[in-house]
């Protein structure tokens, strides 16, 4: 639980607790752990509002995770235009989904703002085991049925940039994400 998504309020807390999620992954890396950070507000962000703070908060992390020192993970790349973009964190590659009350979405739609932090490892796992595909297809059959048509910002990893997709916004192809790891000099 946090305060405010527009406040840097509790990202040190928060970036402590993703720090010891991942030393819990790496221990025990059963599929489909997920860390959520549950906001306790605003309720009235638009969707433009939601994911410029959540891009606040995300670099807020990241450059903590830059200033203590942690690795940006070898599974992904920093450059958030690249087609293998993910966040890292601890070491660890990220690919998160936001939420809030008023994403146009349903399947985005949440009572409060909150981000949900899924490891890579775990989509990796799932096509090493073959069963990435019928997880993409479920995703995209109960979002057929919530919202009555696909999602148009799904894509499959290394098709595009999946920063792209994680506020749940439908964006155009001039979207900039603004996101910039400031290690990115010594990131690859």
Known sequence: MARSITSAWDDLAIH?????????????????????????GPHTLDEEQFEKHMW?????????????????SRQANPDPSDPHFALSY???????????PHASRQARRF???????????????????GRYEKMHSTII??????????NPMLARHGETSEARQYSGRAVD????????YTGLHDAT
């Open 16 to 40: 402590h607790a993703l720090m010891g999620f991942v030393g819990e992954v790496q221990q025990d890396p059963r599929l489909f752990q997920s860390f959520a950070v549950i906001f306790e």
């Open 56 to 72: 606040h908060r995300l670099q807020s992390m990241s450059d903590k995770d830059r200033w203590l020192g942690q690795p940006y």
């Open 90 to 100: 601890a070491g660890e590659a990220f690919f998160v989904v936001g939420l809030h």
């Open 111 to 129: 009572a409060t703002p909150t981000l949900i932090f899924n490891t890579r490892a775990q989509f990796d796992q799932l096509r090493a085991e």
């Open 141 to 150: 059959e109960r979002d057929l049925k919530l919202s009555g048509s696909i």
């Open 173 to 180: 192809e001039n979207w900039e994400c603004a996101f910039r």
